[in-house]
Each structure stands twice: as structure tokens, then as C-alpha cells.
DNA sequence: CCAAAAGTGTTGAGTATACACCCATGA
DNA sequence: TCATGGGTGTATACTCAACACTTTTGG
């Protein structure tokens, strides 16, 4: 048996929806899963995080044809018969980014046949991290273009894209607080004074330098290494996360 | 627009997952959306909860045909085109129980193509709560029975439901310790030992009288009715939640 | 009046927060 | 030597967990 999907599906941010009601169709029978008619179609769309000039940005690629041409997106594509929605994930961004072998977590799937106004299409959404934007480079000849955009200026987004956003970046924070996520936004070796400032990045709100290296400290999640960062000023020590394997824990 | 799918991925309790790595297919241009191969089916899961006997029990139905047959699952089927996931989750779920209009919640994807061996099925899958496990009546010629099974004793299930057994169990529990979703369990009026006796069942963990009381109370979501519930013994007083849509607030 | 479930406060331990100064280096 | 970012400890407020007896009713 091939590995189970990536993702945890885990943020507390989240306010109500609609919970009661909903139309209830009449019974249809469905011939047990196999039925003559058309069904609608799977595909992934994949959020890409990453930290750039000192600010959290995810990657959109400008859709080339169809009806929404001209608009951007995230990267994604349809699932193909035989692969796991993980692999479909990770092919398209490897197609598009050349980014494929990072972390990834399936976010939510999407499925109003409205989201996509020329067919039914059933997306499921997952959020990727990577440690430099720098090496992402468009690489695919099915979009027109592809750029890194701060998530707090977004332009105007095609099909739901913009509620993926929403839903990504709720998740990305809420797994902040929670789990050892941020060293994926990382290089291997970082400061600590880098590592907090990652957090209040992503976090926006500024976190109390003390208390944070105390607590992130009795964690026991990273190693303290014996180079320094040596620039203009006092060299700092540097760390690296002992494990990259995500790890639930109370963080903040 | 439609209502946006129900669902705020949000548990907290899993363990680490792979993350890096897994095999990263050769670049296949797609024809933008629309290629001529076949493609994934798209179906939804419900495991429906309800307390029976001061026990959380979920809802299988026993499979009547196909290469599963005989084998228990949760109610689901294919999605059709023109709703949305949580139409056919419902829709499905009325069929096989009557019971559609309840709390309905998005879980996770599960796309792996050995899952189902005669094809490649994706399934959404869903957690439903009701509070009322009698009123389930296996009502479809689709299944060869349906039957409530103590959470702990399941039996062997048919393709990954075993999964989505696990992954709703903690999806509950988690949203147990930070939501208000205790509510849809319970009948409209409740003692508060009763509230309290779901909270143990739920979690599986005694808990402290007076200090569960003081919490829930001081969170503010319980009305005091002046009614009470007369037993064998001394009267309890009977509570009300003021508001049955999701709250996220820190409860234990 | 007895059995059984309902209802009620306090204390101590541990955790989270607020806060300011010295240190090491390169320029 | 000075400007800059690196690194460190303590006191207080608050939150969480442990704990047992009285009250009310029906039988």
C-alpha cells in the first residue's frame, strides 16, 4: 500500500459556516458508484509559500487559455488515473515551479460546480512550503507567466483561488503556533534572531525576544551548532532543527 | 454563489506524516484542464456519529454488490455533476439514513488509486453528527443493511475507510477540546451531567465536576432554562445552547 | 430516613507575560 | 569607540488541577 495523503488537516482560526440545512436531492440510485453520466472532473491546486524580503509570499502562475485567461492562480492541474492526489500535487508544482520534493499538506477540497464556470471541477487545495523563492523559476509552457506575490496583495484571482488563499494561510498560522512547520521556511542553518523574525512574519505581531528563545529553547526541537553567522556585528550562534518531520507541540 | 463547502480543517492530536520526497512524475502537459484520458471517479464518505447506550457509535452500511460486497463501510456514493461536495454528502446520507440535515463537516481527500481496486476513486470524506441514533432507518435498496457500531469495536471495513474512521474520531475529539460542537450530540435541552457524560464518552477521560462546570459556564454558551429534569433523585437543572453554529473558543 | 444524583469554593502549583541591560563584533 | 544587533533573568499575574461535603428529591 502506497503512503497515505500528506496533511493534517488542523487550524483553530477558522470562525462558522453554514452547518444546518442545504438541499437534500431526492434519492437517486447510483448504480453503486458507477453511473453512465457524466461525473465531474479531480484536480489539485497547490498554495506555495515562501519568505522573500522579509515578507510571507505565495507563488501564482497566469492561467494562458480557457475562460479564465489572463487571471492568475496557484499551480494545479488535473489528477490522473493512478496517482494519489499527492503525487498530482507534487507533479504539477514540480511542472510549474520545478519545486516538487518539499513539504506538503492537503488542505481542503473544493467542489461547487459554480467555482468553475466551463465544467464541474472537484479541487482539492494543498498548501507547499519551501525555504527560498529564489529557486522557483517558471518552467512551464502551460501558463503565461508565473511571479512571487506578497499574500497581503494578492491581485484578483481566478475560479475560488482567493478562499484557498484564505484557507492556506489560516492553516500556515494556525500550524505555527502549534507545530515545528517553520522550519520548512527555513535554510537548514538560521539565527535565532532569523527564526523569530519568521514567526512574526508569519504571525504578524511582534514576539518578545526572551521569551520566545526560552520556550522555543525547552522544546528541545533544535540543536545548537557550533559555527556562528558572522556580519557587521556580534556573530550569532546558529541552530538547525533536529527533525524535519512535522511535530505536534504547543509553541506559542 | 454557493454556500462555500462546510468544513474547518481543524484537529489537532495527529502524529507526523511523510512529508519530503515521493515520486515526482515526468512533466505532462494537460491540455489545460481538459485531457481525453480517462479520469479519476469523485465520490463522498459520511461516518456519521451519534451516542447510543452512554457509547459514541458511527453508522456502516453493508455493502451489497461489487468487489466489496459484504464488507461494512461508511454511506457514500459518486458525486454528481451540478452539486456541491456537501450536496452529495448529504444527499448520499439521506438516502442511506434519512438523516440529511444535520451538522455536516468536510474532513479530508483521499485519492490513493489502490483504494478501491476495481477503480480510481476519490473520495471526500465527512463527519456528521445527530442527536439522535434511533432515528436512522436503513432506507436503501443500495446497501444490504445498516447498523450503529461502537467506535471502539468497528469492524473490518471495506477499501480506506478504516482511515477515515480514524481521522473523523480525532477530527471530533479535537474539536471537542476547542468548539462548541458538543451541541449537536445532544438533544436540544440538557442537564449538565449529561453535557458532562459526553465530554467523558467523547474523550475518554474522566473529568473533574466542578471545574468542567465553572468552564463551561464562564464561556457564556449555555442558557439556564427554568424547566428542570425530574428523576429518581434530586431535579437537575436543564440548559440550552444559545447558538448551535460553530464556535471556536478554547473549552478544556 | 435512606439512597442517589445535583450542586457548590478554595488552595497550591505551574505557566505565561512583562520588562531592561550588558555583550561582542566590525567599521 | 561607537553603532548595531546578540544574548540573558526575574517578579508578577493568571490559569489549571486537585480536592469533599451539603442539598434535594423519590422511594
Not at 499551480?75 to 500535487?89: F, K, M, Q, R, S
Not at 459554480?114 to 464541474?120: F, I, L, M, V, Y
Not at 519568521?198 to 520556550?215: C, G, I, K, M, S
Request: with cysteine; proline share 4%.
Amino acid at each position: 500500500m502506497r503512503a497515505a495523503e500528506s496533511g493534517q488537516g488542523d487550524f483553530r482560526g477558522t470562525q462558522d459556516t453554514q452547518i444546518r440545512g442545504g438541499s437534500v436531492a431526492p434519492r437517486v440510485a447510483d448504480g453503486l458508484r458507477d453511473a453512465p453520466i457524466a461525473r465531474p472532473k479531480v484536480a489539485v491546486d497547490t498554495v506555495l509559500f515562501a519568505i522573500a524580503g522579509g515578507r510571507l509570499k505565495c507563488y501564482l502562475v497566469q492561467l494562458g487559455a480557457g475562460s479564465a485567461a489572463g487571471k492568475w492562480a496557484f499551480p494545479g492541474g488535473l489528477v490522473h488515473v493512478g496517482e494519489t492526489l499527492d503525487e498530482a500535487a507534487r507533479r504539477e508544482l514540480s511542472a510549474s515551479t520545478g519545486q516538487g520534493d518539499r513539504y506538503l499538506e492537503q488542505l481542503f477540497s473544493f467542489g461547487d460546480p459554480s467555482r468553475d464556470p466551463t465544467a464541474h471541477v472537484v479541487s482539492i487545495a494543498y498548501m507547499a512550503l519551501i525555504d527560498d523563492a529564489g529557486a522557483v523559476q517558471a518552467c512551464s509552457q502551460k501558463y503565461a507567466g508565473g511571479q512571487w506575490f506578497e499574500v497581503a496583495r494578492l491581485p484578483a484571482l481566478a475560479y475560488d483561488h482567493a478562499v484557498m488563499a484564505d484557507y492556506a494561510l489560516r492553516r500556515l498560522r494556525a500550524k505555527f503556533e502549534y507545530t515545528n512547520i517553520a522550519c520548512h521556511l527555513l535554510k537548514r542553518n538560521f539565527t535565532f534572531a532569523e527564526l523569530e523574525e519568521l514567526y512574526a512574519t508569519v504571525l504578524e505581531r511582534p514576539l518578545d525576544r526572551r521569551n520566545f528563545r526560552r520556550r522555543i529553547l525547552a522544546m528541545g526541537l533544535l540543536r545548537r551548532l557550533a559555527d556562528q553567522r558572522r556580519g557587521a556585528h556580534r556573530p550569532a550562534a546558529l541552530y538547525t532543527f533536529r527533525q524535519h518531520s512535522l511535530q505536534m507541540i504547543e509553541m506559542l
